[in-house]
């Protein structure tokens, strides 16, 4: 059984700066392509970014230029830095593991995931 614990989330104002983790159980967390995911209340779960095993990362394009997804396979942790935080960001934040090797962006690519995490960016 594979956990995934995120954490590192808060009450931000516009602008700043916040930095998730989750932490991944399991012995062959390396060899997984992870994800993060945002839910804001009343839209459909969204893909932020993604990181393969070889630490090759993509983007949504709402995000890019401002996270920035990284993993640490010693720490069995996959990150995400978050800056020039807007209010359109606030959500709660996901990260899970992808089953297979199809696209990023569909949540059913991916079999395991965390409780998450609230982010709130104020105006």
């Known amino acids: 059984q594979v956990q995934l614990v995120e954490s590192g989330g808060g009450l931000v104002q516009a602008g700043g700066s916040l930095r998730l983790s989750c932490a991944a159980s399991?012995?062959?967390?390396?060899?997984?392509?992870m994800g993060w995911f945002r839910q804001a209340p009343g839209k459909e779960r969204e893909f932020v970014a993604g990181i393969n095993w070889s630490g090759t990362t993509t983007y949504s394009d709402s995000v890019k230029g401002r996270f920035t997804i990284s993993r640490d396979n010693a720490k069995n942790t996959v990150y995400l830095q978050m800056n020039s935080l807007k209010p359109e960001d606030t959500a709660v934040y996901y990260c899970a593991r992808r089953t297979s090797s199809s696209g990023y962006v569909e949540p059913s690519n991916y079999d395991y995931w965390g409780q998450g995490t609230q982010v709130t960016v104020s105006s």
């Open positions: 399991g012995r062959t967390f390396s060899t997984y392509t």
